[in-house]
């Protein structure tokens, strides 16, 4: 199974050293981690965002997610993935991450990579990761979705129609 879970951090000054924390905790089950925060000349965002991959038995990974959920001022989402078309009616407000599991990577890969092109306008945050997938290798790739909402929809509709590979998505709030 692949878990992915998104955590937004509302203070980073205040609730940055919990986190970091539990993460060390449970550093046995995390495959991969990526945080990000606004940055330019203006501004330095208090707030942050982290993915972190989890790798490991379930309650393991369970534990993680609890420990962190138990710290004030932290929104842990976790990702399920689906294959084809979705119910979801697509509204997200915030932060938009978006995860695509790709399995046949060889096959699909070039597909997928030419959607993601096309929608590149609006992928302001890439991650790639190998994965196993029902005992085949597989691509996991994470996107933090920025700009024009209807193009998201749009990129989510358009990698749905691609067999085979499973979709998940996490809103945070504005």
Do not use: W
Not at 79 to 89: E, I, Q, R, V, Y
Not at 145 to 172: M, N, P, T, W, Y
């Amino acid at each position: 199974m692949i878990r992915v879970a998104g955590i937004r951090i509302t203070d980073r000054i205040k609730e940055a050293g919990l986190v970091q924390r539990a993460l060390s905790e449970h550093s046995a089950v995390i495959s991969t981690r990526l945080g990000f925060h606004e940055l330019n000349n203006e501004v330095c965002s208090r707030e942050g965002f982290m993915i972190v991959h989890m790798a490991g038995e379930d309650y393991e990974c369970y534990r993680l997610s609890g420990d962190l959920k138990k710290i004030d001022g932290i929104i842990v989402r976790e990702m399920a993935f689906s294959h084809g078309l979705s119910d979801d009616k697509h509204e997200c407000e915030g932060v938009t991450l978006l995860g695509i599991v790709v399995p046949l990577r060889d096959e699909l890969g070039i597909e997928v990579q030419k959607i993601l092109t096309t929608y590149g306008c609006v992928i302001r945050t890439r991650l790639g990761v190998n994965e196993v997938y029902f005992g085949e290798p597989a691509g996991l790739i994470i996107l933090e979705l920025s700009g024009d909402r209807k193009q998201f929809v749009s990129l989510e509709k358009s990698l749905r129609q691609v067999e085979d590979i499973a979709i998940g998505r996490i809103c945070f709030p504005a």
